[in-house]
């Protein structure tokens, strides 16, 4: 398996454009997570999905963030309008659970995004 | 306060000597992970445990959840060790929160 895929791997975009960044998960896992690590803040939950369904919002900063997971193999982050606070490195990953208990085994980094807004 | 602190916040070791780094939170989870994030920024999950201990190599990971602690154990170190360990911990939600990070260097 490929691992989890991520794109762009860099992004540099002017303030006020639209960034659309995108994670393919490894093929069979349940559960998808975006992440965001600054240096400030370290690493950071924004969202999660498990079957395509967003569970848990509430790290996503504000309404200038959006996510959606499409299917089981495509999830997007999308911020519109950038700002230069929103520089970061943007993480997906994925696991997979348990079909007894829904607890999740390890999770599986992608590469991250590197976005920086000027 | 931080749910999930990290110690040392750096550490500086010579090639073969035993390293360890500390994970203290604050409330009931359900799994710890120990994560390792190279200076090329890419993520690996080396350890997810709940109970006990676990090795993998040179590495051992242990928890006591009475006391709410974690350690993670480098034998023999190495200079290729050097990286930021990450200690996160995930509740019953399946979310996960992050520490700080060791940045720990290994010199030859």
């Known amino acids: 398996d490929a691992g989890v895929i991520q794109s762009p791997r860099h992004e540099v975009t002017e303030m006020g454009q639209e960034v659309t960044l995108r994670c393919k998960p490894i093929s069979g896992h349940d559960y998808l997570f975006w992440y965001r690590q600054t240096m400030m803040r370290g690493l950071e939950l924004l969202i999660y999905?498990?079957?395509?369904?967003?569970?848990?919002d509430s790290g996503m900063p504000e309404d200038r963030f959006s996510a959606k997971m499409p299917n089981a193999s495509f999830s997007t982050l999308k911020i519109q309008p950038s700002e230069p606070r929103d520089s970061a490195v943007y993480f997906c990953a994925s696991s997979l659970s348990s079909l007894g208990t829904g607890l999740q085994y390890e999770q599986y980094f992608g590469p991250g995004t590197r976005l920086t807004v000027t | 306060k931080n749910e999930v602190e990290q110690s040392p916040q750096n550490l500086t070791a010579q090639e073969g000597e035993f390293i360890t780094i500390n994970c203290s939170y604050s409330?009931?989870?359900?799994?710890l992970h120990w994560l390792q994030q190279h200076p090329g920024g890419g993520i690996v999950s080396l350890f997810m445990l709940s109970s006990g201990k676990k090795k993998h190599g040179r590495l051992i990971a242990t928890i006591n959840i009475q006391e709410k602690h974690s350690s993670l154990h480098i034998t023999a170190s190495h200079p290729r060790d050097s990286a930021v360990y990450i200690c996160?911990?995930?509740?019953?939600?399946?979310?996960?929160?992050f520490g700080t990070g060791t940045l720990l260097a290994v010199q030859p």
């Open positions: 409330v009931g989870i359900s799994a």
């Open positions: 996160a911990v995930r509740f019953a939600t399946n979310k996960l929160i």
């Open positions: 999905f498990n079957n395509n369904v967003p569970i848990d």
